[in-house]
């Protein structure tokens, strides 16, 4: 009886299953997909923000990268920490150790101090050696930190930049619409955002906000892209050297596939049959 019952019910689960699988494919594929704020109103990044680290033979911009922590340093910092990168990463900017070793000492949040014998907390000045300070609000929840933000947001430096200068008004097609939909209070519009609503108030807000070293003139396109490519090194910093290496790599397979195919030449030479 086993022998007989047991495929019969083996094939029962499976045609519900097949039949399950099969109806919600078709409502998936039929049935209209629920309008919402978001779905309609929602952006993506900006599809021709490039940088000049992009591509295969792309390098970074060091004097962009220089710009870009400047607008970190003046703005960002007050509320986005750097957890994965320390002071003296700031070399490969083209900072000398002199610069490095006065930037950190004069940043505003110090590093914390632990008193062994009495247990008291302290602080003290940053040293090259320290990662950057992360930046604590008693109370709330903190703002991410920003070492890996281009790794982890879809679309990388072209979403932050959008972010940045994507900050307006709530169209009018959308309260129209959605009259529920409208920001509530102390939260800011912006399309680029999943849910078109975030508490970051828009922190580039006029050109000439950040001094620029180099006489560039400071924009706020300007500063969102220089802060994008130099947020694009916090995340990967080694990303000349991995281009490098891939391209050495790539190199030496091609130069070993010729030479095996002229070793195979010359082994089989005459051997056809």
């Known amino acids: 009886m086993v022998r007989i019952f047991g495929p019969l019910v083996g094939l029962f689960f499976a045609a519900a299953l097949f039949w399950c699988f099969g109806n919600g494919a078709v409502q998936y594929l039929t049935a209209p997909a629920a309008k919402t704020a978001e779905s309609l109103f929602h ?28 607008v970190y340093q003046q703005v960002c910092s007050n509320c986005h920490g750097l957890k994965y990168v ?22 505003a949040n110090k590093a914390p101090t632990l008193d062994e014998k009495t247990g008291d907390k302290a602080t003290r ?10 930046v604590y609000y008693a109370g709330q929840g903190n703002p991410p930190d920003l070492s ?14 959008s972010l940045l200068t994507g900050y307006s008004d709530q169209p009018a097609k959308l309260l129209k619409r959605f009259p529920d939909a409208k920001t509530p209070n102390g ?17 580039l807000t006029s050109d ?11 924009t706020v396109p300007q500063m969102a892209k220089d802060v994008s490519a130099f947020l694009t090194w916090t995340a990967e910093p080694k990303l000349e050297k991995r281009k490098q290496v891939g391209l ?26």
């Open 125 to 134: 000045d940053n040293l090259p050696a320290d990662h950057f300070p992360a």
């Open 148 to 161: 890996l933000i281009t790794k982890a947001r879809h679309g990388g430096a072209a979403y932050v930049y």
């Open 208 to 218: 000439g906000q950040v001094t620029y070293s180099d006489g560039t003139k400071a």
């Open 187 to 203: 939260l800011y519009y912006n399309p680029y955002f999943a849910n078109l609503n975030l508490a970051m108030p828009a922190p």
């Open 43 to 70: 952006k993506h990044p900006h599809e021709d923000f490039k940088l000049a680290s992009d591509g295969v033979f792309g390098r970074f911009d060091r004097a962009q990268l220089q710009r870009g922590f400047a």
């Open 248 to 273: 050495a790599v790539v190199l030496y397979l091609l130069a070993a596939t010729a030479l095996a195919y002229m070793a195979y030449r010359n082994v089989w030479a005459g051997k056809k049959h």
């Open 86 to 107: 320390s002071f003296r990463d700031l070399k490969d900017l083209g900072y000398s150790d002199p610069e490095v070793k006065a930037i950190a000492k004069q940043w």
